[in-house]
T-cell receptor, first 110, second 112 residues
Framework: DAGITQSPRHKVTETGTPVTLRCHQT?????MYWYRQDPGHGLRLIHY???????DKGEVSDGYSVSRSKTEDFLLTLESATSSQTSVYFC?????????FGQGTRLTVV | QKEVEQNSGPLSVPEGAIASLNCTYS??????FFWYRQYSGKSPELIMF????GDKEDGRFTAQLNKASQYVSLLIRDSQPSDSATYLC????????????FGKGTHLIIQP
């Protein structure tokens, strides 16, 4: 699993609250990604990072922000959670062009 | 917008037979192609990648790439019940690090 740890693994939160998901890697990979996976949509890229403090938007970035202050940590924040953000969130790192995934975080917004 | 298309299945194959999974992609600039296996409730796991036209074999798995037709396939020989999973096709953005574009996956069922 390329030493990728996501926390929390499960979370239930209320609409309108901010939520932060954490991804920690031990492989010193430069590139990190946040994806969400939903039935009927597959995996979609939210945000990615190509280095400390260097981030960019993916396909479905609205309502999300990210930060990367250290190589090993990549945080995903839902600024004001909505029910449409109920999903499974995967963090990934990339070495060359091969991506490796964390265990996932199941987020439910009620 | 880049698109990756897969038949969602389910694809049912008898144990011991060859399972054939297919994928088409829209971006001719894509250079790297990947097959991930995902068991229910688990994270995707990389099983094959291919960069060049032709076939690439690894054990019971063979990936096939035809860039002219924008077509990628995965063959699983001697299918086992443990191969039952969802298989995700993914392509890169053309050499950069801006993430992968995934298909929605094909659900494969190997019947004992």
């Amino acid at each position: 699993d390329a030493g990728i740890t996501q926390s929390p693994r499960h979370k239930v939160t209320e609409t309108g609250t901010p939520v932060t998901l954490r991804c920690h890697q031990t492989e010193n990979h430069r590139y990190m990604y946040w994806y969400r996976q939903d039935p009927g949509h597959g995996l979609r890229l939210i945000h990615y990072s190509y280095g400390v403090k260097d981030t960019d938007k993916g396909e479905v970035s609205d309502g999300y922000s990210v930060s990367r202050s250290k190589t090993e940590d990549f945080l995903l924040t839902l600024e004001s959670a909505t029910s449409s953000q109920t999903s499974v969130y995967f963090c990934a790192t990339q070495m060359n062009t091969e991506a490796f995934f964390g265990q996932g975080t199941r987020l439910t917004v009620v | 917008q880049k698109e990756v298309e897969q038949n969602s299945g389910p694809l049912s194959v008898p144990e011991g037979a060859i399972a054939s999974l297919n994928c088409t992609y829209s971006d001719r600039g894509s250079q790297s192609f990947f097959w991930y296996r995902q068991y229910s409730g688990k994270s995707p796991e990389l099983i094959m990648f291919i960069y060049s036209n032709g076939d690439k074999e690894d054990g019971r798995f063979t990936a096939q790439l035809n860039k002219a037709s924008q077509y990628v396939s995965l063959l699983i020989r001697d299918s086992q019940p443990s191969d039952s999973a969802t298989y995700l096709c993914a392509v890169d953005g053309g050499g950069g690090a801006d993430g992968l574009t995934f298909g929605k996956g094909t659900h494969l069922i190997i019947q004992p």
